[in-house]
């Protein structure tokens, strides 16, 4: 019986029936970790063009413009870096799960965490939720007037958890963005304001209404005041009409926030007229009542004309 054949043999070990089987599966865990760093690689690519879309380029040299610009490509960056991340990690546990690593320990602790964080943080979720929607939405930027709630003033600095206001006294007012539930913008395409004219109920209108459209229409020659005027200023007509007064209306449309000055310089222009001409104005008697007891007396010293 030959005894060859029961001879050890190393080019017959067991160990060089396994490395063919080994080099496949690893070359084969090598190429679909690579598929998923590729598709990982061309989604994000396809999220960073879609989130450019949000990018709102300035038509103008304007600094408003060019402000509204900066905001939607740091709106465009924040979601680009948000959707980035979640790419990675999805495609993180899908490699981990294919070299034989369960994800699911990671995946309950990161629930975990995403709740407790949720729980914790969800004012700030929200205030930057609705910061989102106010750069997105073009409601106000840095530089507009504005007005939340009670606070009217410019907005001094924008960021998608708060918004910064300069109000009247000068003071800095820091509004949550989520506490934001309307706001009026004052400086948008146009602002307008009325100025009411009281007249003495007892002259006729004609001649008061052509001093009123006079100090209009010079109002509206000057070119130092033009090129803040919209439209107007008009006048509107009778406003209201009782024994004390007669008031007229007069409506003016401004460049925005330019109203107040407008309106105080068509205020001195139809006083100026109103005295050129001699048109009185409504002028009320008003009678305080002092001492009731010796009114009651009929003493007549009991009441103060003013």
Do not use: C
Request: proline share 5%; glycine share 6%; net charge neutral.
């Amino acid at each position: 019986m030959p005894t060859d054949s029961m001879l050890y043999s190393p080019d017959e070990s067991p160990m060089s029936s396994t490395v063919p089987f080994l080099n496949a599966n690893t070359l084969a865990i090598v190429l679909y970790l690579l598929i998923i760093v590729i598709f990982a690689l061309v989604l994000n690519r396809f999220l960073r063009a879609l989130s450019n879309l949000l990018i709102k380029p300035a038509a103008v040299q304007s600094r408003s413009e060019q402000l509204r610009e900066q905001q939607t490509r740091a709106l465009a960056s924040v979601v680009y870096g948000v959707a980035n991340k979640v790419v990675w990690v999805i495609a993180i546990l899908t490699a981990l799960d294919k070299v034989g690593i369960n994800p699911l320990p990671a995946l309950a602790l990161a629930g975990v965490g995403g709740i407790a964080i949720g729980f914790g943080a969800q004012n700030l979720m929200r205030d930057i939720i609705s910061g989102f929607y106010i750069v997105l939405e073009d409601q106000y930027v840095v530089g507009d007037t504005v007005q939340i709630a009670e606070t009217i003033g410019r907005v001094e600095h924008l960021t998608l958890r708060r918004t910064v206001v300069r109000d009247a006294r000068g003071a800095l007012v820091t509004v949550a963005n989520g506490d934001v539930r309307s706001v009026a913008n004052l400086s948008r395409d146009w602002s307008q304001s009325f100025v009411d004219v009281g007249l003495a109920p007892e002259i006729a209108l004609d001649k008061p209404m052509a001093a009123l459209e006079a100090a209009a229409s010079e109002l509206r020659g000057d070119a130092s005041w033009s090129q803040a005027l919209v439209d107007g200023p008009r006048v509107l007509g009778v406003q209201s009409y009782d024994r004390t007064a007669t008031v007229v209306r007069l409506q003016v449309r401004t460049a925005p926030t330019r109203q107040d000055e407008v309106t105080r310089e068509l205020r001195r222009r139809i006083q100026i007229e109103f005295q050129k001409q001699g048109i009185p104005v409504a002028s009320v008697l008003r009678f305080e009542l002092t001492n009731p007891q010796s009114l009651a007396a009929g003493n007549p010293q009991s009441t103060s004309p003013q």
